[in-house]
């Protein structure tokens, strides 16, 4: 789930899953309530290989501080401003800093350097060798996303509705581009990416804006989803979710709008479909998968978007976004569990609770394993196995 925001303020109005169960029949336990699970057949596991307590993850706040993998090492951080680095492979912690502060934006890698940002706007850059801050910078507004951090700078996108690039070096802003709010937004802020200098990003406002790195001019902006209905509720078409590049597309989609394949190079759309999502997609195996706001799952054809299977099984079980690995689509719920899912055909292939606390950050994917941020804070590596 998320929270709705004034634009106003930015401050927290109310659930999305209150608002969504106020839009259902109250007189329908069975549409309010998550869905219980069944029995499966599992052919897979999902066996862990290490895990750590980084300290919890500020749910009512709707934090979502995604580590980040980078030449060999995890980052990850809390709430309360701790910063972990952990041995890739097992688990191994390599150095602890602690900012002392309540955390709402990271963990963004790249060019030997972390980058988090706090509550009141404060970005924070620290070495990737052991911790130590190299910068910090003010911006104009709350961060609650992961920095893109490429071409020499760093990219942060504030929840009032501005693109900041700063020098990676020095940490001094370089360039700005603000963008129109809608009145009423979703609690959170897409990631935006860096790919072939451009940076891509999606907005509240249910548009793809890429800019030039190096000096924040536009390449091109499309929309992806359109405000539709009369009330405020109705319009609210957010990207939460990070665009994914895969070659020369760009994969993206919102919430009460569409999924969308865009040429990367001047914004073009490939196809489009109704959709309505606050994940990051995730492609793979010629699907591209998406896991949206009633909990069904579905996977698309990656070259025309043509529907190949939807799973209606975890109905609001709030689910994560989707992972593609090891040819295997993973999502996590609000109870722990991992879901494993057969790519081609959409059916549970195998099941792994691993831990009571909901799994809503984006599961990260490197090679042989998965890891996985439960909101209490627990780390887990995970692999593929057959039963």
Known sequence: MGFLNRAAGRTAAVALAVALAACASNDEKEDVDPVELV??????????????????????????LQPSLIDGRLIAASSDGEISAFDRSSGRKLWETDLDVDLSGGVGTGLGMAVVSDYRGRAV???????????????????????????????????????VGLDATSGEELWSHNTNLPVLTLRGTAAPVISGGMVIAGLDNGKLLALDARDGIQRWEQRVAIPQGSAELERVVDIDGAPVVRGDLVFAASYQGRVVALSKDNGRGLWARD??????????????YLSDASGSVYAYNVGSGQIEWSNNEL????????????????????????????????????????DGDAIRIPILVDGDL??????????????????
């Open 125 to 163: 850059a620290l070495d990737l060798e052991n911790g130590a801050e190299l910068w910090n910078y003010q911006v104009s507004g709350e961060v609650v996303a992961a920095p893109a951090i490429g071409a020499g700078v760093v990219v942060l996108q504030t929840v009032d509705g501005k693109l």
């Open 315 to 354: 109905l609001r079980r709030e689910l994560s976004g989707p992972a593609f690995f090891q040819d295997v689509v993973v999502v996590g719920d609000l109870e722990g569990y991992l879901h494993v899912l057969d790519p081609n055909s959409g059916q549970f292939i195998g099941r792994e609770q691993v």
């Open 39 to 64: 029995d499966i057949n599992s052919t897979v596991a999902l066996q862990e290989v290490w895990s750590a307590d980084i300290g919890g993850i500020d749910q009512k706040r709707y934090a979502m």
């Open 275 to 288: 959709a309505s999502t606050h994940h990051e997609v995730a492609v793979g195996g010629g699907h591209v």
């Open 370 to 387: 998965i890891f996985v941020l439960s909101d209490d804070g627990k780390l887990s590596a995970l692999r593929l196995a057959d039963t």
